[in-house]
Every structure is written in C-alpha cells, then in structure tokens.
C-alpha cells in the first residue's frame, strides 16, 4: 500500500477533461516538499510529465498542468487524445521515511 | 543523444548477487545525482537508491538498506547498483534515472533508462 494515494483508474472520453489525485500526510506533500507526475506509456520507461507542483518540461503539451494544495496534489489533462491512454504516478519525498516516494499509479483509459 | 543504458540484469538465485550499470551518455555526468528505480511488471514504481554527483552522498529505503550499494564512475560516465542477498521480491525491472532539482528532498527524475529486469528465482 503506497504512502500516496491514487485512483486505481480513471476514464474519459476524447476532448473531455480528467484530473487525477494525489493524497499524502503532513509527512510528505504537507510538508511543502515538490510533486512531480510521471506518465508512462505502454511498454515504454516513465517519462517526467510535470515537476515542482505545476512545471512542465519542453515539449509536454499545456494540456497537461499540475496542482497542489495542502495534502493532496493533481495532475488534469484536457482535450483528452487517445495518445495519453497510460499509467500516471505522483512521486514526493517523506520526511518520516527519510525517502522518495511514488503513488501506486493510476491508469487512464480514453474511451 | 542524451541517454541511459542499463545492462547486468538476469536470473539469479535467491540468496545471489548482481551489478547493474547504468552508462549514460549526452550531458555532464558529475553534475547531477543519480537514482535507481524499480518497477514490478504490471505494478508501481518504488525508489531504490540515490547517489550524489559526486558519489559523496548515498540514500537508500529501508527496503533494500545493507543489501543494496550504488556507487559511480564519473571518469567513465556510469552508475552502478550492487545488488545482495536478493529476495523473490527484488524481482523487478530496474531503472536508471538521472536526478534534477535545487535541494536533495526536491529532486525530480527528468531521464529515464529503458530498464534492465532482475529476475530472483531457483
């Protein structure tokens, strides 16, 4: 059981809007450390999709954008494309676990 | 081209050891620290171990603590995991992901390796 929680799954149809969460502690995403999303395609390594909270490298398109707040942070995606059908992970560091840590994942179907 | 190249995985017997390496190629190597990742086919990523640009500084969960070393070669431009007394739950691809970001507790993963699988069995 991951230290940060994820949706198992979530779905939405082309052009529609999804968010994912990410829940933490006070020992992680509460205690002011950055969260950075990952999303990896089938197949494929992971790949840095936002970081610091709502930064996103060159190249990942704006549709993508990060939030956080308190606990919990979130990635949403809008203009769904079925090119973003992929695992997505949240990824922090504990301060009790003295560690980085990742969410367990969430997959996100485009229906 | 900016990459990684994991090699050294395989089969192993429980109770074994392996040496990943990692050679990475494209940018200043010395300049940024350095991660493993791990990954369980159809499962999550876990963080394994964390090496400073200078090789200075190692961190490690409890998970693998005592068992697991990473070191590097800044001459050669490559990152290593020594891995023993590996359990069936060590069994995992492994990534080698190169780290960015001001402080320590900051740092995100911004390239990642294809990965090299481990596999623990008798």
């Known amino acids: 059981q991951s230290v940060l929680t994820q949706p198992p799954s979530v779905s939405g149809a082309p052009g529609q809007t999804v968010t994912i969460s990410c829940t933490g502690s006070s020992s992680n995403i509460g205690a002011s450390y950055d969260v950075h999303w990952y999303q990896q395609l089938p197949g494929t390594a992971p790949k840095l999709l936002i970081y610091?909270?709502?930064n996103r490298p060159s190249g990942v398109p704006d549709r993508f954008s990060g939030s956080k707040s308190g606990t919990s942070a979130s990635l949403a995606i809008t203009g769904l494309q079925a090119e973003d059908e992929a695992d997505y992970y949240c990824?922090?560091?504990?301060?009790?676990?003295?560690?980085?840590?990742f969410g367990g994942g969430t997959k996100l179907t485009v229906l | 081209e900016v990459q990684l190249l994991e090699s050294g995985g395989g089969l192993v017997q429980p109770g074994g050891s392996l040496r990943l390496s990692c050679a990475a190629s494209g940018f200043t190597f010395s300049r940024y620290g350095m991660t493993w990742v791990r990954q369980v086919p159809g499962k999550g990523l876990e963080w394994v171990s964390t090496?400073?640009?200078?090789?200075?500084?190692?961190y490690y969960p409890d998970s693998v603590k005592g068992r697991f070393t990473i070191s590097r070669d800044n001459s050669n431009n490559t990152l290593f995991l020594q891995m023993n007394s590996l359990r069936a739950g060590d069994a995992a691809a492994y990534y080698c992901v190169k780290a960015r970001s001001g402080t320590y507790e900051n740092w995100y993963f911004d390239l990642w390796g294809r990965g090299t699988l481990v596999t623990v069995s008798s």
């Open positions: 610091g909270n709502t």
């Open positions: 990824q922090t560091y504990d301060m009790r676990l003295s560690g980085r840590i």
């Open positions: 090496i400073s640009g200078s090789g200075g500084a190692t």
